[in-house]
């Protein structure tokens, strides 16, 4: 990848992480202001300050820290300093628990509630996903042992009604987490109603694990494309070359052309290698050559043209539809979606805990940067569905019961509510440092999974 390239998915990294800590704490400073809590300061990133500026009412410190993965709002606290008899109301420790705990929980249900707003909006502006149209299925696959044929439309699984890949790929993992078996609703080319079952109960491991459509066997339709040239990339081998949008390639290396397939794998196995490429052009005939140039791709040297496809809008309405949503249907998928993926989130860290599921699905923060990369890259809508599933984990993680966290402060509340009086500040002290060692070792994993799949590419 070249420095652009990086600097990209940094600056989408960045934006990303700023975007979720900054709604987060925000939660927080509202919830306090609401229930009249001086705030202090207001932190995005932890460690020395390096931009800092006072304003408002209280002359709250707004802060930017060194070490920018999290944040913090300090608020008046008698266990934490001294504070004016004038000031005593607006002290946290005096709030009532339910005001504390409004409080706290604030911050996690920002998070939640930006995951809603960005699906809305997404789903009301509208964005181009794949249609589940299935492809030919992998040879003694799941899929293939079911009888799924090619060209195949999924409709529905298990009785939900489906119209996008995406939501293919979602309810086969449901059902997968369940042990269950997936019944597929198809029409053929035909219009003719079959169903499919794919047993999804042997998988195990497999099932969080990468692709799972493709693990089943299932692969997504691709209408055989013509090898004419959509547009030629400036300063690219094609454009050296004298290739022209339009061009229809006849033959590479005086091998017969049919398909843009074809023609894309020929080029990528050509890494700076002359080739002979005989192009259509007005109906006269050409031969030109031109060289690949060599680029590495997920740690492969492939070659490089700088051509793309012609768009046939035909193949285009194939593969393609148009999710576009009305303000209240809109605004229901988002709420659905978030809750959904916050309950699967929730299964998935029991089913960690409980053994059941290996640790190294836990993300840290250099594959966490690679996908807000490849998101961004894609376009807007994508990047802002990225935005709202990494919200909705941030706001899940943020209110389990662990000491530190926003969940381990309402634990506190509810022993506190129950039991009729605070604990101890040394039990709280020595939950502190079980929290501790628990996110450390939680980040522990996390950048282990990191440089595990840096190295295995």
Partial sequence: MTITGYLWYLGAFAL?????????????????????????????????????????????????????LGGYVKMLDEREGPVAEEELARSFNRQTVARRSLIVAAGPFANLALAVLLYWVVYLQGTEELRPVLGPPV????????????????????GHRIATWQELRWELLQRAADGETAVLEVLNPRGELAFRSLDLSGLGEKTFEGDLAKEVGLTVFRPKLKPMVGSVAAGSPADAAGIRNGDLILAVDAHPITTWTELAQAIRQSPGRAMSFEIEREGATYSIE??????????????RLGIAAYDDREAHAKLFTLVRLGP????????????????????????????????????GPV?????????????????????????ISLGVLNLLPIPILDGGHL???LIEFVKGGPLSERSMEIGQQIGLAMLALLMAFAFYNDINRLVSG
């Fill in 16 to 68: 990303a992480l700023g975007i979720l800590i900054v709604v987060h704490e925000f939660g927080h400073y509202g919830a306090a202001r609401l229930c009249g809590v001086k705030v202090l300061r207001f932190s995005v990133g932890f460690g020395r300050p390096l931009l800092c500026r006072k304003g408002g009412r209280d002359g709250t410190e707004w802060v930017l820290a060194a070490f920018p």
């Fill in 139 to 158: 040879l003694q696959s799941l899929a293939a042992n079911a009888g799924v044929e090619a060209e195949e439309t999924v409709t529905a699984v298990s």
């Fill in 290 to 303: 031109a060289t690949p140039r060599l680029v590495e791709d997920a740690g492969r040297k492939i070659g």
């Fill in 328 to 363: 209240l249907e809109a605004l229901h998928r988002a709420v659905s979606q978030t809750w959904d993926t916050s309950v699967f989130t929730l299964r998935m860290i029991g089913r960690m805990v409980a053994g059941e599921l290996s640790w190294k699905n836990v993300s």
């Fill in 367 to 391: 594959t966490i940067a690679d996908y807000a990369g490849q998101s961004a890259r894609m376009g807007v809508a994508h990047y802002l569905k990225f935005l709202a599933l990494i919200s």
């Fill in 411 to 413: 634990l506190y509340h």
